[in-house]
């Protein structure tokens, strides 16, 4: 969880109430009064913009209720951006005050951040009050549903007994035996994947030690990914899988896909709308929910494959029964204590981390390493692409470099966002080999750590062994940035032991001060590992991986 009092600032409560209330809002004189006047004006004297970032399955509903309501509103023009809910938060997080983003540059002007935001589960919101967003709302007002299903080939299902015989997740995940491998979106990150998780929990009873063996069974078929869309299940000529995914993504892929339904509803995706407390059109925002869920944009849902907030079927299913036609009641999202629970118990039996690299980019990594070609910087480089190419498609990693000055005034510089290694894995390679020194660069070690602690608390993920790796070929040697003695008292407030975040020096070539490192490595749990030769690199972190792999609650530091 966040820093308790960060999360109860008294400024930003209001904020939590918003969304919740806009539908009781809409009932009352303000968006009416709206509406009305300007349908009665003759002409617009001001025009209000409403720009609101959408996950791309609910985008075109969502754009299609805008257009609805721009043309009964001459005066309000409503952009809807389809956004994969993991950019949306990281862009908003980039604007935290005392932890602006190594992506922007320094003298360039972030982009405003939409009035609202509509992603499609309640999860990422909680994701971005624990990051920090403050003028995000806990919770929004679903304005649609899709449930979590099994995504099979209709070749498959026919083959397990469909459409005569009903298929079910007890036969599908909860058997000894499946008769199809499950392909689990990472439950870390993936609302299906979450959703799954709970499935798992039902079909077990509860009962730890068999909730423990369904997921180690599911553990192998577990897929990293960039955005919300699952993959596709297999189809002629591949190998047969049923595939953890939503109502909206099988109607989507055509007749050769058929969805199996949990016995009860799971939570799954919930599309809250929440409008930020930074939103300069609010009485547009609560005109665009009251058109949401008025009948038409009701029907505007349902007619774009997904389900209403009570969970009225999508509009002209089939009756060839790979969709259920009849309503499909939501299961409740749970608690963030209960939810961060289930994860962990997931983390248990799939160790995947979440993983900043720090890169020493200064002058003396121009060095050569004693008895090779390689300089400390290209054999450190070729150490993390080896890292890289062994860890797990699910495992989150993100690179920055530092020295001193190196983007602006700032040390460091982002060089790959955070996600999942499996999409990107040969991108994060060819982006370290573009990695060069900072010709005379210093080591602006001090400011770059904290900057690199920071991001990681702000982003902590519960199921992961969440990590911080700084490697460095000397000492801080910044004048001009925060001493050893604020770093230290800065990380002290930081650390929390139940969300633990060690970080991880490694340090390459003689001038390393082991003193200093273990001394800013001790105040966060993690430790200082030394090697001669960069080629080392590789050995140390896997082994720190076994070592730091032990979660909440069993383990705090």
């Not at 709206?34 to 025009?47: F, K, P, V, W």
């Not at 709970?198 to 180690?216: C, E, F, H, K, N």
């Not at 860890?391 to 993100?398: A, P, R, S």
Request: charged fraction near 20%.
């Amino acid at each position: 969880m966040a820093n308790s009092g960060l999360r109860r600032r008294p400024e930003f409560w209001p904020v939590v109430v918003l969304s919740a209330a806009l539908v009781a809002v809409l009932g009352g004189w303000t968006a009416v009064t709206y509406l009305d006047r300007t349908r009665s004006d003759s002409a617009c004297t001001q025009r209000t913009t409403l720009r609101i970032a959408a996950a791309p399955s609910v985008a075109a509903a969502a754009q299609e209720v805008g257009q609805q309501l721009a043309a009964r509103d001459r005066c309000l023009d409503v952009t809807v951006e389809p956004r994969e809910s993991a950019d949306v938060l990281r862009g908003l997080a980039a604007v935290v005050p005392g932890g602006p983003s190594p992506t922007a540059s320094a003298t360039a002007t972030p982009a405003p951040p939409p009035d609202a935001w509509l992603p499609e589960s309640t999860l990422w919101l909680r994701r971005a009050r624990d990051a920090g967003v403050f003028q995000v709302p806990e919770t929004g007002v679903s304005v649609a549903t899709t449930p979590v299903v099994l995504a099979l080939d209709r070749r498959s299902a026919t083959r397990l007994g469909w459409p005569g015989r009903r298929l079910d997740w007890a036969g599908l995940v909860a058997a000894d035996r499946a008769p199809v491998p499950v392909v689990l979106p990472d439950p870390a990150t993936s609302p299906l994947g979450f959703g799954a998780l709970a499935g798992i929990r039902s079909l077990a009873g509860d009962q730890p030690a068999a909730v423990a063996a369904t997921m180690r069974r599911l553990a192998p078929g577990t897929v990293g990914m960039s955005g919300e869309a699952p993959p596709a299940p297999a189809g002629p000529g591949t190998a047969e899988a049923a595939v953890v995914s939503s109502e909206y993504a099988v109607l989507r892929g055509g007749p050769e896909q058929v969805a199996v339904y949990p016995a009860e509803p799971l939570p799954g995706p919930d599309y809250p709308y929440a409008v930020l407390s930074s939103s300069r059109s609010q009485e547009g925002a609560a005109a665009f929910l009251r058109a949401m869920l008025a009948a038409e944009g009701a029907a505007t849902v349902t007619r774009h494959g997904l389900r209403t907030p009570g969970g009225a079927a999508p509009a002209g299913v089939d009756d060839t029964g790979r969709i259920r036609a009849a309503d499909y009641p939501p299961a409740p999202i749970p608690s963030a204590a209960d939810a961060v629970a289930l994860l962990n118990a997931w983390g248990g039996v799939h160790l995947s981390a979440r993983l900043l690299a720090v890169l020493d980019v200064s002058g003396s990594m121009a060095a050569q390493v004693p008895g090779t070609r390689d300089t400390r910087l290209s054999a450190t480089v070729k150490a993390a692409q080896g890292g890289v190419r062994l860890l797990l498609d699910t495992t989150e990693i993100g690179v920055w470099t530092f020295s001193t000055d190196l983007d602006g005034g700032r040390d460091y510089r982002e060089v790959v966002p955070v996600g999942p290694v499996g999409p990107r894995r040969s991108d994060i390679v060819e982006r370290l080999d573009r990695v060069r020194v900072k010709p005379n660069g210093a080591t602006g070690l001090y400011d770059t750590t904290l900057a690199a602690y920071r991001d990681g608390t702000r982003n902590w993920t519960a199921g992961r062994i969440n990590m911080v790796l700084v490697l460095t070929d000397g000492r801080d040697e910044n004048p001009d940035g925060i001493s050893r003695a604020a770093l230290l008292k800065d990380l002290r407030a930081l650390h929390d032991p139940r969300r633990p975040l060690p970080i991880l020096f490694i340090g390459v070539g003689p001038d390393i001060d082991p003193a200093e490192l273990k001394q800013i490595a001790d105040v966060t749990g993690g430790r200082v590992a030394l090697t001669p030769n960069p080629a080392g690199i590789r050995q140390i972190f896997f082994t720190a991986l076994a070592e730091f792999s032990c979660l909440p609650p069993k383990c705090r530091r």
